[in-house]
């Protein structure tokens, strides 16, 4: 009886059930769009900067001074090295120095990278615009390569080859100087990345900053984001062993870049309001169709109920009309979604209008919607339940029927 | 044994700030198996009368039995319960439920009732066939005549076996012969089944039908006659 009321009025339940099932395409395409680009954030973010996660020094996030260390980094990379969900690891070294070419002096962070592990792990050998990556060769002090951002290259009035003086103070407040040969410019798409650093090999930086074989991040990364935290609890239990003062720590990529997850936070909550009030939408059509039947019915509830029909069973029976028309449109509206957000999870979205926004976050190109089982049945879940609330009124509205005003209501 | 009692009833509507009092006093008993007719003029509370006899609607005062059950003491859930199973509704304009089938709309009380389905699919065939319907089971509403509708009506109201029928100028919207035709109807059920018809009427054929009419006037009972 339910199911043939639906279909009283069918020019009206086909709309509910389109404005039901449009929300849910939306909301299927939108929450695995919004997944997608957040991975995509992420993934790209550590692959630029950070990695999934860093074991360093405690303190060395808040106030990264150049003798906060991880003293001996390759005990902390065989136990990361044994690790199955580890996708690659390396070591790097920082500190802030002043970088002089011929005709301008800039403060910038020198970063020693291991340049085979470095490949393993970031982007950058893939960043490089001009010149050469370097290679395990330019270890070498007696000609010192570096890789410099192109914004810093712009700002130094420097090219390919020409000179550059870094001067800072080592981990033993020695004088770190050196001289190093630009050998490549990079171009990640992170301005403030591009702007102020430059990258040499490990060893000599190991070398002129007096790090006695330390690093200051052994910088991991995970096969897939899922596998973080588990990798971020063996790794804790692990540097236990060697580390029996307690000085380092693990931080996963939140941790790193606090940033970027406020970021995504912000966006989320943007996006679930903008949800919220497109459900809101749907409610009041559910509410209308139902409110409509009421008056449209009511002499027929009045029949219903003096034949005997108890007012429980009445509600009842408007709820399995709201639900059954609900869950028709949700049905229809996951498996278009999911149809469409599979074929761009495949193909992906041209982004190219937004490169300079997202370019900031390392993404350009096409973005590819992220379809999952949260992103497919969480919104068409909240469809349901609020579209379920909005019809619980009119059907307890029915309950308040009295049989006699019913069955003369005209 | 009387299987309607009402005693002292009163009812009083309000429209507004004006107060219509539709019975005032009202005390009537109706045997098991007798087939009477409310007659009187619009407004003298023989709808009203029965409204409260099937408890659709309740009294101010006094008291309803019905076949041992005093409406006036149960709740909502109570009274569609007792109406369910002791109760049955023929109403003028038929009101049958138009998305169910003529046989749908007679299987509709005795799933509520929760009779299983072969039980309530036979029995609803069976009234049907008693009834005239044999070869409109599968027809909804809109295909049918109103002297079919309210065929289908009737044996609705009669299929759960009821104490009583209340019938609201049942014949109001029907011509003649299609008027008699159902009054014969529920003479013959009445006389079949032994189960009491209490109808409202202005139509003195109905009234010819009656083995009892109570002319109602201004919400009191003008005249009580049994004929035979």
Same mark, same amino acid.
């Given at each position: 009886?339910?199911?043939?009321?639906?279909?009283?009025?069918?020019?009206?339940?086909?709309?509910?059930?389109?404005?039901?099932?449009?929300?849910?395409?939306?909301?299927?395409?939108?929450?695995?769009?919004?997944?997608?680009?957040?991975?995509?954030?992420?993934?790209?973010?550590?692959?630029?900067?950070?990695?999934?996660?860093?074991?360093?020094?405690?303190?060395?996030?808040?106030?990264?001074?150049?003798?906060?260390?991880?003293?001996?980094?390759?005990?902390?990379?065989?136990?990361?090295?044994?690790?199955?969900?580890?996708?690659?690891?390396?070591?790097?070294?920082?500190?802030?120095?002043?970088?002089?070419?011929?005709?301008?002096?800039?403060?910038?962070?020198?970063?020693?990278?291991?340049?085979?592990?470095?490949?393993?792990?970031?982007?950058?050998?893939?960043?490089?615009?001009?010149?050469?990556?370097?290679?395990?060769?330019?270890?070498?002090?007696?000609?010192?390569?570096?890789?410099?951002?192109?914004?810093?290259?712009?700002?130094?009035?420097?090219?390919?080859?020409?000179?550059?003086?870094?001067?800072?103070?080592?981990?033993?407040?020695?004088?770190?100087?050196?001289?190093?040969?630009?050998?490549?410019?990079?171009?990640?798409?992170?301005?403030?990345?591009?702007?102020?650093?430059?990258?040499?090999?490990?060893?000599?930086?190991?070398?002129?900053?007096?790090?006695?074989?330390?690093?200051?991040?052994?910088?991991?990364?995970?096969?897939?984001?899922?596998?973080?935290?588990?990798?971020?609890?063996?790794?804790?239990?692990?540097?236990?062993?060697?580390?029996?003062?307690?000085?380092?720590?693990?931080?996963?990529?939140?941790?790193?870049?606090?940033?970027?997850?406020?970021?995504?936070?912000?966006?989320?909550?943007?996006?679930?309001?903008?949800?919220?009030?497109?459900?809101?939408?749907?409610?009041?059509?559910?509410?209308?169709?139902?409110?409509?039947?009421?008056?449209?019915?009511?002499?027929?509830?009045?029949?219903?109920?003096?034949?005997?029909?108890?007012?429980?069973?009445?509600?009842?029976?408007?709820?399995?009309?709201?639900?059954?028309?609900?869950?028709?449109?949700?049905?229809?509206?996951?498996?278009?979604?999911?149809?469409?957000?599979?074929?761009?999870?495949?193909?992906?979205?041209?982004?190219?209008?937004?490169?300079?926004?997202?370019?900031?976050?390392?993404?350009?190109?096409?973005?590819?919607?992220?379809?999952?089982?949260?992103?497919?049945?969480?919104?068409?879940?909240?469809?349901?339940?609020?579209?379920?609330?909005?019809?619980?009124?009119?059907?307890?509205?029915?309950?308040?029927?009295?049989?006699?005003?019913?069955?003369?209501?005209? | 044994?009387?299987?309607?009692?009402?005693?002292?009833?009163?009812?009083?509507?309000?429209?507004?700030?004006?107060?219509?009092?539709?019975?005032?006093?009202?005390?009537?008993?109706?045997?098991?198996?007798?087939?009477?007719?409310?007659?009187?003029?619009?407004?003298?509370?023989?709808?009203?009368?029965?409204?409260?006899?099937?408890?659709?609607?309740?009294?101010?005062?006094?008291?309803?039995?019905?076949?041992?059950?005093?409406?006036?003491?149960?709740?909502?859930?109570?009274?569609?319960?007792?109406?369910?199973?002791?109760?049955?509704?023929?109403?003028?304009?038929?009101?049958?439920?138009?998305?169910?089938?003529?046989?749908?709309?007679?299987?509709?009380?005795?799933?509520?009732?929760?009779?299983?389905?072969?039980?309530?699919?036979?029995?609803?065939?069976?009234?049907?066939?008693?009834?005239?319907?044999?070869?409109? $089971?599968?027809? %909804?509403?809109?295909? &049918?005549?109103? #002297?079919?509708?309210?065929?289908?009506? @009737?044996? =609705?109201?009669?299929?759960?076996?009821?104490?009583?029928?209340?019938?609201?100028?049942?014949?109001?919207?029907?011509?003649?012969?299609?008027?008699?035709?159902?009054?014969?109807?529920?003479?013959?059920?009445?006389?079949?089944?032994?189960?009491?018809?209490?109808?409202?009427?202005?139509?003195?054929?109905?009234?010819? $039908?009656?083995? %009892?009419?109570?002319? &109602?006037?201004? #919400?009191?009972?003008?005249?009580?006659? @049994?004929? =035979?």
């Amino acid at each position: 009886m339910a199911w043939r009321n639906i279909w009283r009025n069918p020019r009206r339940t086909i709309l509910t059930i389109s404005a039901v099932a449009f929300a849910s395409i939306l909301l299927v395409f939108m929450l695995s769009f919004q997944f997608g680009s957040y991975d995509a954030m992420i993934n790209s973010s550590v692959k630029i900067q950070t990695g999934h996660l860093q074991i360093q020094a405690k303190g060395y996030q808040d106030k990264q001074s150049i003798q906060r260390v991880v003293p001996h980094p390759d005990e902390v990379g065989e136990i990361v090295n044994s690790l199955p969900e580890v996708d690659a690891y390396t070591f790097r070294a920082k500190a802030f120095s002043l970088v002089s070419s011929k005709e301008r002096t800039y403060g910038v962070v020198v970063t020693g990278i291991d340049p085979a592990g470095e490949a393993e792990v970031s982007t950058l050998k893939n960043s490089i615009r001009r010149g050469r990556y370097l290679s395990q060769d330019d270890q070498n002090r007696e000609s010192p390569q570096a890789l410099v951002g192109k914004l810093l290259a712009r700002n130094l009035r420097v090219g390919l080859g020409d000179e550059l003086t870094v001067l800072g103070q080592g981990r033993d407040g020695s004088i770190a100087a050196t001289v190093v040969k630009i050998k490549g410019i990079y171009s990640s798409g992170l301005d403030a990345f591009d702007r102020n650093a430059i990258h040499i090999p490990l060893k000599l930086f190991q070398d002129i900053y007096s790090m006695q074989g330390a690093v200051h991040q052994v910088v991991v990364v995970a096969k897939s984001l899922k596998d973080v935290s588990e990798i971020k609890k063996t790794v804790s239990a692990g540097i236990k062993n060697i580390d029996t003062k307690h000085f380092l720590t693990v931080l996963d990529w939140e941790a790193l870049m606090p940033g970027l997850r406020q970021a995504i936070e912000m966006d989320l909550v943007s996006g679930v309001i903008y949800y919220l009030i497109l459900i809101m939408v749907v409610a009041f059509s559910i509410l209308n169709t139902f409110l409509m039947a009421i008056f449209e019915r009511t002499q027929e509830f009045g029949v219903l109920m003096a034949i005997g029909t108890s007012p429980g069973r009445l509600t009842r029976l408007l709820l399995i009309e709201s639900l059954s028309m609900t869950m028709i449109g949700i049905i229809t509206g996951v498996v278009i979604g999911c149809l469409v957000t599979g074929y761009f999870q495949i193909h992906g979205i041209d982004i190219s209008g937004a490169s300079e926004l997202l370019g900031q976050y390392g993404i350009s190109g096409r973005l590819h919607p992220k379809l999952s089982l949260l992103s497919a049945t969480s919104g068409p879940a909240v469809v349901l339940m609020i579209t379920f609330l909005a019809a619980l009124y009119p059907a307890l509205k029915v309950r308040g029927l009295k049989p006699v005003e019913a069955l003369t209501y005209v | 044994m009387h299987i309607v009692e009402c005693v002292d009833i009163n009812k009083t509507y309000h429209q507004g700030k004006v107060e219509v009092l539709a019975l005032k006093g009202v005390s009537l008993a109706f045997e098991k198996g007798s087939f009477v007719a409310l007659a009187g003029p619009s407004g003298s509370g023989k709808t009203t009368l029965l409204n409260i006899i099937g408890g659709l609607d309740l009294a101010d005062s006094g008291r309803v039995v019905v076949d041992g059950n005093a409406f006036d003491k149960m709740n909502r859930s109570q009274r569609a319960d007792l109406r369910l199973n002791k109760v049955g509704f023929v109403f003028q304009s038929y009101n049958l439920i138009p998305v169910l089938s003529a046989l749908e709309n007679v299987e509709f009380v005795m799933l509520l009732q929760g009779l299983p389905p072969a039980e309530r699919r036979k029995r609803a065939k069976d009234i049907l066939d008693e009834v005239g319907l044999e070869d409109m $089971y599968d027809r %909804r509403p809109a295909e &049918l005549s109103g #002297g079919q509708q309210q065929r289908v009506a @009737v044996a =609705r109201a009669i299929v759960s076996n009821p104490s009583i029928v209340l019938a609201d100028e049942p014949t109001a919207n029907l011509d003649s012969s299609t008027g008699k035709g159902l009054l014969e109807i529920m003479k013959q059920m009445n006389e079949k089944k032994n189960v009491t018809f209490i109808f409202s009427t202005h139509d003195n054929m109905v009234m010819d $039908y009656a083995d %009892r009419v109570i002319y &109602l006037r201004d #919400g009191m009972v003008a005249d009580d006659r @049994v004929k =035979r």
